[in-house]
């Protein structure tokens, strides 16, 4: 595999090389060469944006949302600094996808960076990375330290004239952070809260300036989609849903991990990648977007396509492509206090809804798991959860009450069993 | 001009309004917590949540812009069910403790929960309890009371100037709290209480005094600094009970400095003297007011009719009102006496006669917010005039450009320009160099010019000049310092040819209330009469002293002290028990402002009249009235004023109108001789901001605060204290002419090697010279 052919490995494809993540396995496969090519040529920053646009890329961090039109937003004409922002701070719990990225391909994302870049007149880049995963922090700078001695990177890029480089961030940990906005906060030292909107970022972003963010997956798919063209990229996906993506299976199957298949592929074929459920066991439930992904009942699951219209259209979402699969040994309670806890512990505090309700709705979950249940509870949960969401500056609301509704929706009975039997209808 | 339409009324917006915006204009309420007028927008309480037609989501009216054409409904269904949702969410961990709480009756939680609020509560978990917070004298804590709502952090940081609050913390675990167990310093920090909608900050003093049902509420104006903040009375049983801001944007706005904030304790002191009282050898015998004014009237009679009326001094305090000083003028002038000031903080005299009109601001308060350049000499401005500070630090904000010439490098809470730190004796020099910069670049600088043209002038200086070149609107300022220096004459006049020269206006930092009403009122000394200074300095035969404390006002104290004790008679007017019994002989009990009518001027020349709020305490009476009956016992004609009122029209015969025409900082020229610094350690003696008046100095709260105690310490630079080989936090012995005073040492890097900060007007350091002259440090 490399970038030299038009195969659905759009970001994997290192993986199948010896010394994935090195400057030379990436250059003999055909890397930078979409970065040599607009520098030599001086292609129109419109152009680039066109060929995003067509390929109907869709942001891969959770939103979905399309990456040309992201871009179309910049000012061209704003005269000052402008940035661009790539958010690897992969929080939500299931998705593994984008340290991939960073740990076998990183010289893909600079490449993807340093385009959009040199696309949106962005005087420089940051690379923020989560807290806990700080070796990877170290192998992007050694990353960036090849690129620069390559001259990839910094003063008059590949002989251009053009100026550009890139800087790493290390984030603390918090969720929350990978909220754009928050991000931006974080980076220039403050706390990390999202930012009320308007201004969107694309006018008042990092210090104050245009600043366009994207998922490390999304840049990442940049170069490749410059060198085979936007077209090429639908191709391999469907329409509206451009590409292929990096799905993080992980829960009750036999090969956990990241699979790089294209968008509308059928579930099952995921599943089967992914070694089927674990032996002797039948699928219950998945998660196909990351914990805030509404969850969707087997039957629902197996009759989806993993991309952002078909899996919005069963009711939950792609979200960042982790899936998180679930058998009938699973107590639908017990999962849910988990995950309510997460949100609970991970709201940033700022909005009244998110801080009081996450909080709330963890206790009563955590009150019927522990066989305290009161008759009227998830009714209260259900409504709790409706003054949450739409309610908040940010969509972490949202996403503590997207497990929350869906959870009681499709496994009610589970939940009714618990508070009437202060025990759990699954495994005793 | 864009319309939008907030339930069925077409509302006309400006751009950059939000729908907050215009549903205040329209007289629209809707609910709130983290909204604030004067603070940035936060939109996280969620409370004012609005439908916004063709919007899927409600929104927050605080941070949502009007658009042309918008819709807003603020009680459809989709609203209200959005902001009683919120409310909920706000009362679950909030503990409805209104019973014992001190904010009850005031809260805004508890008014909105009316509106809002269910009748009782769906959530049956563990509460969230936050461990309390030692924020100093001043504010109280209850901080799980707190909402969250981020008013007293924003407070900080954009109004204060300095974030001593912050909200570490995530989800449920936010909490408020002071960076590291400090405490809260600032001078403004008493805000936070107001605008806490809930009662997790309120007034430590104040708590559990009264319920706010129980107050009565009336308007009045602080007699503190120069700006004359407006007060909100709260009282109770003929008894003030706290002091609260009366909002009015051309003066205070809706804030209120810690000090006129909590100075009202010092009205029920126990050193409040209630009845009058005449000296009977040693001992001092109280007697009814028939004998005390007889008495009084007799002696000065004596005194008058043996040595004259040049042999009596009338000393009166710049925070007593315009009527007490206009009928003291009155007594004054019938005895012949043409002694009578009330500067006395103020050492050089020399600008008299030479002055156009009344020294003021040069400008209304309202206008400093809007200046582009501004040079300040002279003022520890924080500490004189928090407010006045808080305007110039939002006109920073705005990109104002401010320089300053002073003899401490202090933080001011925002960005400084350019600045020339140097001791006391070398601002005129340092002014004299911005002076010559502006005449080397072809600016005229008047009469000055000639003795300036020889002075080096330093980059900073350079700097200065250009900056006051340029830009639009521009004001040279001079402070309490700069009104208080031995040479104060001389930088008033080059002050003023850096004012013409550059087109700025030229103003006083006026740093008592009253202090432009004492001029107006005629409260200086006549053409052959002497001033403060020379008042004491020759020591009259009798004192007249009203509301002063001549040992605490004045410097040397020392020569206030033995001008008293040899003076045969003394006749105190004041409120509280003073140093100044010790050699008085007629004590006349006098109201302080809330118990009695009156006005004061501010630096802006605006007249600001109230009514007592409360009746006299114990046998005290209105000074007015004590001056009338006086006068009416020396049988002094047209002494017959039936209400303040009528003292008032006699006082200002052309009325408020004609205060405007008598304000004017001009100054003739004087030569400029002072270009040479001193020698040595000099001495930066500052009346501090819990000092600066009889009130103030007996308020409690006030003098436990940090800052009160800071102003107790002798402070230096670090490389002064090792050369001297001093230790810091050890006593040092200060000596300056031929008194000494032991100090605790503290060590301040931001003061030049060669000044040394020690208080003036203080307890501690009366047996001290000047404020600002030479001065020795010696190892104990």
């Known amino acids: 595999m490399s970038l030299l052919s038009p195969s659905i490995k759009v970001c994997s494809w290192t993986q199948e090389h010896d010394n994935p993540a090195s400057l030379e396995t990436y250059v003999a496969n055909g890397g930078y060469e979409a970065l040599k090519k607009i520098l030599a040529e001086k292609t129109p920053a419109e152009q680039i944006v066109e060929q995003v646009k067509i390929s109907a890329l869709r942001g891969r961090g959770g939103a979905g949302f399309p990456t040309g039109l992201k871009w179309s937003f910049m000012p061209r004409n704003f005269q000052g600094d402008k940035y661009i922002v790539c958010n690897t701070d992969e929080g939500e719990p299931g998705t593994f996808k984008d340290r991939d990225i960073i740990e076998f391909n990183p010289h893909q994302l600079i490449e993807g960076m340093v385009i959009a870049g040199y696309t949106l007149g962005a005087k420089a880049g940051y690379n923020y990375i989560h807290g806990e995963i700080f070796e990877l922090y170290e192998s992007w700078e050694r990353a960036l330290g090849e690129a620069r001695r390559a001259g990839y990177l910094g003063k008059n890029i590949l002989g251009s004239d053009w100026d550009f480089d890139l800087h790493a961030f290390h984030g603390y940990g918090a969720y929350i952070c990978g909220e754009e906005t928050a991000l931006l906060e974080s980076i220039e030292g403050k706390k990390g809260q999202p930012r009320f909107k308007p201004p969107f970022p694309a006018s008042y972003g990092l210090y104050g300036k245009p600043t366009t963010i994207n998922n490390t997956e999304t840049l990442a798919s940049i170069p490749w989609i410059m060198r085979h063209g936007g077209q090429a990229f639908l191709e391999l996906g469907k329409p509206n849903n451009g590409g292929a993506k990096l799905f993080s299976v992980s829960g009750h199957v036999n090969k956990p991990g990241n699979y790089e298949i294209a968008l509308g592929t059928p579930f099952g074929e995921l599943l089967e990648m992914a070694g089927g459920v674990r032996d002797g066991h039948k699928l219950k439930a998945v998660i196909p977007g990351g914990s805030s992904a509404p969850v969707l009942p087997a039957d629902i699951m197996m009759d989806c396509t993993l991309d952002f219209d078909s899996i919005a259209k069963a009711g939950s979402m792609l979200g960042s492509g982790a899936v998180i699969v679930m058998d009938e040994t699973v107590c639908m309670v017990r999962a849910l206090e988990r995950l309510a806890y997460f949100y609970f512990e991970e709201s940033c505090g700022q909005c009244t809804p998110c801080r009081e309700g996450t909080g709330w709705m963890y206790r009563v979950i955590h009150r019927i798991e522990n066989g305290q249940g009161r008759p009227g509870d998830l009714d209260l949960l259900m409504d709790v959860g409706t003054n949450i969401a739409g309610r908040t500056i940010c969509a972490l609301g949202d996403a503590a009450v997207g497990p929350v509704h869906s959870f009681i929706k499709h496994f009610r009975k589970e939940f009714e069993y618990h508070i009437e039997h202060k025990k759990c209808l699954v495994g005793g | ?780």
Not at chain 2, 546 to 567: K, R
Not at chain 2, 615 to 626: H, L, Y
């Open chain 2, 1 to 780: 001009m864009p319309v939008i339409t907030i339930d069925d009324r077409q509302i006309e917006v400006a751009p950059g309004d939000t729908v907050m915006d215009a549903a205040h204009r329209a007289g629209i309420y809707i609910p709130h917590f983290c909204y604030h007028k004067k603070l940035s927008i936060a939109a996280s309480c969620r409370m004012c949540l609005v439908e916004v037609e063709k919007v899927p989501k409600p929104l927050p009216a605080c941070a949502t812009p009007a658009t042309d054409g918008m819709v807003v409904r603020t009680h459809s269904d989709k609203a209200v069910t959005a902001q009683k949702g919120v409310m909920e969410f706000l009362l679950i961990n909030h503990p409805l403790d209104c019973p014992i709480c001190d904010q009850g009756g005031e809260c805004m939680l508890q008014d909105i929960a009316v509106g809002y609020g269910g009748i009782a509560s769906r959530y049956a978990e563990p509460k969230r309890v936050v461990k309390e917070k030692d924020l100093g004298p001043l504010v109280a804590t209850d901080m799980t009371r707190c909402i969250h709502c981020s008013r007293c952090v924003r407070f900080g940081q954009e109004i204060a100037g300095i974030m001593e609050l912050g909200m570490p913390g995530r989800g449920e675990h936010t909490e408020v709290m002071p960076f590291l167990e400090s405490q809260v310093t600032s001078e403004l920090s008493g805000n936070v209480i107001d605008l806490c909608p809930v009662g997790a900050l309120t007034s430590k003093p104040f708590r559990y005094s009264a319920r706010p049902w129980e107050l009565s509420r009336r308007k009045s104006v602080s007699p503190h600094d120069g700006l004359g903040s407006n007060l909100a009375v709260h009282v109770k049983d003929g008894k003030v009970f706290r002091f609260l801001p009366l909002e009015n944007e051309a003066v205070n706005e809706c804030w209120l400095a810690d000090r006129d904030r909590y100075s009202y304790q010092a009205l029920n002191s126990e050193e409040r003297v209630t009845r009058p009282m005449v000296r009977q050898g040693s001992d001092w015998v109280e007697v009814d007011w028939q004998k005390a004014l007889a008495q009084a009237a007799g002696a000065l009679k004596v005194i008058h009719d043996t040595h004259g009326g040049e042999a009596i001094g009338f000393l009166a305090s710049p925070h007593q009102t315009l009527e007490e000083l206009y009928l003291t003028r009155q007594l004054a002038g019938a005895l012949g006496c043409e002694n009578i000031d009330t500067r006395l903080d103020v050492a050089d005299f020399s600008a008299d006669g030479k002055l156009a009109g009344i020294p003021w601001l040069g400008m209304p308060v309202a206008d400093l917010d809007k200046l582009d350049r501004v040079l300040l000499v002279g003022s520890s401005v924080r500490k004189e005039q928090p407010l006045i500070a808080q305007r110039l630090r939002q006109a920073v904000k705005r990109g104002a450009r401010l320089n300053v010439v002073h003899a401490a490098d202090d933080d001011l809470l925002c960005r400084v320009a350019n600045k020339l730190i140097a001791k006391p004796s070398a601002w005129v020099n340092a002014l004299a160099q911005i002076a010559n910069a502006l005449r080397e670049s072809g600016k005229d600088v008047g009469a000055v010019a000639s003795d300036v043209s020889g002075v080096a002038v330093s980059d900073a200086a350079r700097r200065v000049a250009e900056s006051l070149v340029s830009g639009e609107r521009k004001a040279v300022f001079l402070g309490g310092l700069a009104s208080q220096h031995p040479n104060a004459a001389q930088l008033h006049s080059l002050a003023q040819a850096i004012a013409q020269a550059t087109g700025a206006a030229l103003g006083f930092l006026v740093s008592a209330a009253n202090q432009v009403g004492a001029a107006l009122a005629g409260c200086r000394p006549g053409a052959n009469g002497r001033n403060a200074q020379r008042m004491l300095a020759e020591p009259r035969k009798a004192y007249v002293l009203l509301g002063v404390e001549p040992t605490l006002d004045h410097e040397p104290a020392a020569q206030a002290e033995s001008a008293l004790e040899s003076a045969e008679l003394v006749v105190l007017l004041t409120a509280f028990k003073v140093k100044a019994m010790d050699y008085a002989h007629v004590v006349l009990p006098i109201a302080p402002f809330t118990e009695t009518a009156g006005a004061f001027v501010n630096m802006e020349g605006r007249l600001q009249a109230f009514n007592g709020v409360v009746p006299p305490q114990g046998e005290a009476r209105p000074a007015w009235k004590v001056l009338r009956v006086l006068g009416n016992q020396l049988q002094l004609s047209d002494f017959d004023y039936d209400s303040a009122e009528s003292v008032r029209k006699a006082a200002l015969p052309e009325g408020e109108d004609g205060i405007a025409a008598r304000l004017d900082n001009g100054i003739c020229a004087l030569p400029v001789t002072h270009l040479q610094a001193g020698d040595g350690v000099e001495r930066l003696g500052e009346t501090p901001i819990y000092q600066l008046d009889p009130l103030v100095r007996r308020a409690p709260a006030l003098q436990a605060t940090q800052v009160a105690a800071d102003a107790a310490v002798c402070w230096a630079n670090g490389a002064l204290i090792q050369r001297l080989g001093l230790s810091v936090d050890r006593p040092v012995r200060v000596v300056q002419d031929s008194g000494e005073s032991v100090l605790k040492l503290g060590r301040d890097d931001r003061l030049p090697e060669d000044v040394v900060r020690v208080a003036a007007c203080h307890r501690l350091t009366t047996r001290l010279g000047e404020r600002f002259g030479a001065l020795r440090l010696e190892k104990m």
